[in-house]
């Protein structure tokens, strides 16, 4: 399977976001204003999770990983994309995005959308929805 990776200004490994595709763009628009850096969706490996390292956290469903980066990094952790500027400070937002050649627009907006919800409600959020609406408590359930 091959794969498409699009970042903010293109670059020689990657495409300008601003010559992708509509369904691109939407994908693109989503993780932006979620907060994401990066979102990776793979062709055939599923991971499910989430896990916090140094500089991002990450939240993984399905073919889907979403990586946002934590509000406070330790200088030594400050991660950088093409400028020497830290991505705190002014690299904020969406800076890469790698989709498999077969991807499933609206199955990748879905899970976007689930993790979102997830990782940014309260548990006694969650539970409020479960009881008045039926909403799972967990992505997985």
């Given amino acids: 399977m091959s794969k498409l990776i699009y ?38 490996k599923n991971r499910f999770g989430n896990d916090t390292g140094r500089t991002f956290n990450s939240f993984h469903h399905g073919r889907v990983s979403v990586y946002k980066q934590k509000d406070k990094v330790h200088e030594n952790n400050a991660l950088y994309f093409a400028r020497k500027i830290p991505l705190t400070k002014v690299n904020k937002g969406m800076q890469i995005l790698e989709v498999a050649s077969s991807l499933d627009v ?29 909403t799972p408590m967990s992505i997985t359930s």
């Avoid at 976001?17 to 693109?28: E, F, Y």
């Avoid at 879905?110 to 609406?133: H, K, P, V």
Wanted: hydrophobic share 35%; no cysteine; proline share 1%.
């Fill in 7 to 44: 970042s903010r200004n293109g670059s020689e490994t990657t495409k300008s976001i601003d010559n992708a595709s509509p369904m691109i763009k939407a994908i693109w628009n989503q993780a932006h204003f979620f907060g994401a850096n990066i979102v990776r969706v793979r062709a055939e």
């Fill in 106 to 134: 609206q199955n990748t907006l879905d899970t976007i959308d689930a993790i979102q919800y997830y990782s940014e409600t309260s548990f006694l959020g969650r539970l409020w929805n479960r009881i008045r609406y039926g």
